[in-house]
């Protein structure tokens, strides 16, 4: 299986959880620069194209990205606290053709100063995709950080849920 990797702002995917990735599958982890790629989005969806990915991960500012990544590629993902209601870099959001029976499970942090969980349930249930099933939990003690431990029993949850499909 060939997972898309997306981390947040000025991040990167850490040695932690690349281990818990990689009981999963093969890992694909670009070092994106939002700041400076306008349009990341377009960017990340050419050059993986070719490698036939399988689900898309992302966190805050990756999830943003993820969400739209997934939809593009027709496949699963797992997207920590997404930028999506609100980002503090412009992105170009792409438009996608043709929608599919898609997944989305999300995690949020109840806790999150950074990106607000209700601000994006409120995204969600604006612009709610008829092609698409949400799992959206949303953990009482998570901030914005995700921890390891958090990060992989989630991924575990994940990979359960999507292998049932």
Known sequence: MNILYLHGLDSSLSPEKEKILEKHGE???????????????????EQFREEKISVVIGSSMGGFAGYYIADTYQVPALLFNPALAAR????????????????KYFVLG???????????????????????????QILYSLGHQIPADIFEREVRSFFQKIRSF
Do not use: M
């Open 27 to 45: 890992i694909f982890s670009p070092a994106i620069d939002y700041r400076e790629q306008y349009d990341s989005i377009s960017i990340i969806t």
């Open 88 to 103: 503090s870099v412009s992105q170009k959001i792409p438009s996608i053709p043709e929608p599919y029976l898609s997944y």
């Open 110 to 136: 109840s806790l999150d100063d950074v990106i607000k969980p209700v601000d994006t349930l409120n995204f969600l249930g604006k612009n709610l995709q008829r092609h698409t099933n949400y799992d959206i």
